[in-house]
C-alpha cells in the first residue's frame, strides 16, 4: 500500500507542477510580466519544484538524510541516465556557449556544495551540516545564476520569441484556479512522497539516504527525464542539455538553499561519496560534451552504465 501512496505522491507533484506553471505563467501573462521573465522564474521554478517539495517537506519533518539524498541522486540521475538516453537516442550536438559558461558554473556548484558540507575536515566542527548561512551562501551565489540567465534571454532574440511562444494566457479565473491547484498538489504530494518513503526505508531496513538517493531522486526526475527524452527525439538538443544543466544548478543553489536556511541539514558522512560521485559525473559529462561539441550514442550508453553502476554500489553499501 505505502507504493501505491508513493506513486500517488510522485503523480500529486509532477501534474502540480504542471498546473502551477500553466497557472501562475498565464497570471504572469495577464498583468503584463515580460514573458522572459516568466520563463527564467515561474517555468524554471516548475522542473525544480517536485525536489523543492520533498526537500523542503523531509526538513520540516527532520527526515533530513531524504532532502540531502534527493538532491544529490536527483543530480547524478540528470547528468548520467537522462543525457545518457537522451544521447542514444540521437547524439546531442552542445552550444559554444553552454561549454564555456553553463557546464562550469554547474561544476562550480558542485565544487561549493561539497566544500560547504565538508565541516568536519576543513574548519574542525563536531559534524557536517548544511547551515543557515551556508543556505544564504548557496542563494546568493544563485542569484549571480539568475542574473547570467536573465541578462543572457534579453539579448538574444530567439530565446525570447521561443518562449512567446510556450507561454498561453488562459482567463484569470481559471488561471488562479490552475495555480492554487497545482500548488496544493506540489505541496501535498511532497508530503506523501516524504512519508511513504520513509516507511518503506524502516519496512526494508534501508537507511532514509538509500531512499533519497534512489526512489525519491529517480521519482522527482522524472519530469527532466521525460523533457531530455522528447527534446531529443525532436531534435531539441537546447533543450536536451540545457533541461538538466539548469534543473542542477536550481536543485543545489535555489532547492537545498531554501531548504537549509529554513532548517540545518546534519549530513549522512556516507553521502561524501555522492557528491564526490556527482562532481565526477560532471567533469565526464563535460569531457564528453567537449569533443567534437556533441554527445554520441556510445557516450551515452557509458553514462547509462556509470549510473547503473553507482546505483548498484550505493545499494549494497546501503
Known sequence: MDYIILIVGFALLIKGADYFV????????????????????IVAFGTSAPEAAVSINAALQDSSEIAVGNIVGSCIFNLLLVIGISSMIKPIKIQR????????FLLLTSIILFILSFDVELQGHVK??????????????????????????????DAKDQLEEDVAKMPLPKSV?????????????GNIVVDSSTTIALQLGMSETLVGLTVVAFGTSLPELVTSVVAAFKGENDIAIGNVVGSNVFNVLLVLGVTSVIKTLPIDPKVFFDMLYLLGATVLTFIFV?????????????????????????????
Open 290 to 318: 567537449t569533443t567534437q561539441r556533441k554527445t554520441t550514442r556510445f557516450e551515452g550508453a557509458l553514462m547509462s552504465i556509470a549510473h547503473i553502476g553507482y546505483m548498484a554500489y550505493i545499494i549494497v553499501r546501503n
Open 97 to 104: 556557449q553552454t561549454l564555456l559558461k553553463e557546464f562550469p
Open 22 to 41: 500553466d497557472g501562475a505563467s498565464s497570471i504572469a501573462k495577464i498583468f503584463k510580466v515580460p514573458t522572459i521573465l516568466i520563463g527564467l522564474t
Open 177 to 189: 484556479f490552475f495555480s492554487i491547484l497545482g500548488f496544493i498538489g506540489i505541496v501535498y504530494g
Open 128 to 157: 557536517n551540516t548544511l547551515t543557515r548561512a551556508d543556505g544564504l551562501i548557496l542563494l546568493s551565489v544563485f542569484s549571480v545564476f539568475l542574473y547570467y540567465l536573465i541578462e543572457m534571454a534579453l539579448t538574444s532574440k
